[in-house]
């Protein structure tokens, strides 16, 4: 493949974070609540520091975060009005006083009479009755004359449960760290995976507590710690707050996934490229997943009736595909394996090759193309490892010697007749990181023909080549996959 194509794609970036900064409280009329600005804030601590690691572990048990709530409680006057319920939209929106009811996030304007439950109590955002325009004052007064309603006065409260978890951080995190609140995450099933800066080490488990606090579907809040496991590429975690349950259920792409996220690799902001990639494949293909995890690809491609032979050398994925191959139902269109990503490029085309899958149709008014479709070779490889699968590709060279023959030159000819000459070989589809952010296809195809050995000037290059951005995971790194077409000089290593 080339390095001068232009590449295709696109991408998408982390939500910016918010800057953290102290609002002063709002004056009268009252439109919004924000946290005192006398609530004390907690010590500056620098990251790494015996100092650092007692006040971590001080607040382990929630005492630091429980003593901090007291300080969110705040208590306004407000005017109000107590008025038959059947007449309180009538007051609600008139024209003088409608401007003037109370709207603030998290807060009710109306609240039921606790000692008539035929009446209500509307609350404004101003303190008293003088703060109204005068013709607002002229129809509360004209009312209350009337006998229709009574002119009183009431509170509104705000305590900890009132705040979100941006206005709680930004209150009480020390001034002299990082631009923004650190209360972005990824959800997982029932777990929120946050990723601190180390300046934010020493409140590790406050702001877990925070975002368990302020998030009501999350039952576990877990920090992504600097150790990657080399091998199966799941990162460690330490838990912040919330339950020490790591066993998550999740839906993606139509499927139901079951597994344990401390064992695994699962990263919800790839559901696009899944479903990208899910868009491609069509039923009767044949899929060769070879890093396949607990199989976010291979699942949905198997039940929307694609063959499927999946991969992961990581014993505990693939005790989970077993698990979500059952429940979705999928055992007749999806092979499970645990192998060497390398091995299993070439195991899976012989055994393709030797034992083509009769998987049940999805349908019965599909049984005919099953019977008439050849599933012999397979039609894409899926390489979702970014961190190393290119080094994979060098298992291609000269795949098809295992299986080669007049029989396959015969299968590779019907191929080219019935099918399209261009489906005649797989196609590959490989993810991988690039540094390179001004050329990443010149890099990301230099290192794709190094893996397979094709030098630059070879008059046998890769196909159908493209090159599609997944997402920016770092200022200077970007996820890509590169897409191209396997050929006949690789396959049986003619370069």
Excluded at 14 to 27: E, H, Q, Y
Excluded at 312 to 329: F, I
Excluded at 388 to 393: M, P, V
């Amino acid at each position: 493949m080339t390095s001068s194509s232009t590449a295709e794609g696109s991408g998408t970036s982390a939500r910016a974070p918010r800057p953290l900064r102290r609002i002063p409280t709002s004056p009268y009329p009252l439109k919004q609540l924000h946290p005192s600005s006398s609530i004390p804030r907690f010590p500056l601590i620098a990251p790494e520091t015996e100092e650092a690691k007692q006040y971590a572990e001080s607040s382990i048990d929630g005492s630091i975060l429980q003593q901090a709530k007291k300080a969110f409680e705040q208590v306004r006057p407000v005017l109000a009005i107590n008025v038959p319920a059947k007449q309180t939209s009538l007051f609600q929106n008139h024209q003088h006083l409608k401007q003037n009811v109370l709207r603030v996030p998290r807060l009710r304007p109306l609240k039921s009479d606790p000692n008539d439950p035929d009446r209500r109590i509307l609350l404004f955002n101003v303190e008293k009755l003088e703060d109204l325009s005068t013709e607002g004052q002229e129809v509360l007064r004209s009312a209350e004359a009337e006998g229709t309603l009574n002119i009183t006065s009431d509170e509104v409260r705000a305590e900890y449960d009132h705040w979100n978890a941006d206005d709680v951080l930004s209150a009480l995190l020390p001034e002299g760290l990082p631009e923004g609140t650190p209360t972005a995450f990824t959800t997982t099933g029932h777990i929120a995976h946050v990723n601190l800066r180390d300046e934010y080490a020493p409140y590790r488990f406050i702001i877990g507590q925070v975002i368990l606090d302020k998030n009501t579907a999350i039952r576990t809040v877990v920090n992504k710690l600097d150790t990657i496991d080399n091998e199966f590429r799941f990162f460690k975690m330490e838990r912040l707050a919330g339950d020490d349950d790591y066993m998550v259920t999740l839906s993606e792409s139509g499927c139901s996934f079951t597994f344990d996220f401390r064992t695994v690799y699962w990263n919800s902001r790839l559901h696009t490229e899944h479903a990208r990639l899910l868009d491609i494949f069509k039923p009767f293909e044949v899929i060769s997943d070879v890093m396949a995890g607990v199989g976010p690809f291979a699942v949905p491609a198997a039940k929307r009736g694609c063959h499927v032979l999946a991969n992961d050398l990581n014993p505990a994925s693939y005790e989970s595909m077993l698990v979500n191959q059952v429940k979705n139902r999928v055992e007749d269109r999806l092979k499970p394996f645990c192998e060497d990503g390398r091995a299993f490029i070439r195991n899976s085309i012989k055994l393709c090759w030797e034992k083509p899958s009769d998987g049940t149709p999805v349908s019965e008014l599909d049984r005919k193309t099953v019977l008439s479709s050849n599933t012999r070779l397979i039609d894409h490889f899926v390489m979702n490892l970014p961190a190393t699968a290119i080094e994979f590709l060098d298992a291609f060279r000269g795949a098809y010697k295992d299986i080669a023959g007049e029989e396959l030159e015969k299968e590779l000819e019907r191929r080219s007749n019935t099918e399209g000459k261009e489906t005649v070989f797989p196609m590959v589809h490989v993810h991988c990181f690039t540094k390179d952010l001004e050329e990443p296809y010149r890099d990301i195809c230099q290192r794709a023909n190094k893996a397979m050995g094709i030098p630059e000037d070879s008059p046998h290059p890769p196909s159908e080549t493209s090159l599609h951005l997944v997402r920016s995971v770092a200022p200077n790194k970007d996820m890509y996959c590169l897409s191209f077409r396997l050929t006949r000089a690789i396959l049986f290593d003619t370069i």
